[in-house]
């Protein structure tokens, strides 16, 4: 199976320097095993919208997947809270 890359947008990389250093390398290690396997078990994909999310914690991220071209694109990061906001 061919790898996936993992596109992760300037604001997220913001919002993640925001957070805890704890959350934010948990965070940052789902987002690259997502190279390996874009749809894990645990990932639940959002209805309204061609996206998915993947909890850790209390913190979620939202990452679109565009297979054509093997890209993995995080578009959103936060607390659960704040996230579909």
């Known amino acids: 199976m061919a790898k996936y890359e993992v596109f992760i947008t300037k604001t997220v990389q913001k919002q993640l320097k925001k957070l805890p250093n704890k959350i934010a390398d948990k965070l940052e290690t789902q987002m690259l095993q997502l190279e390996d396997n874009p749809r894990p078990t645990h990932c639940k994909k959002l209805s309204g919208r061609e996206a998915y999310r993947i909890r850790v914690g209390n913190y979620r991220f939202?990452?679109?997947?565009?297979?054509?071209?093997?890209?993995v694109n995080v578009i959103k990061v936060g607390h659960r809270k704040n996230i579909y906001k």
């Open 62 to 71: 939202i990452y679109i997947i565009k297979d054509k071209i093997l890209l």
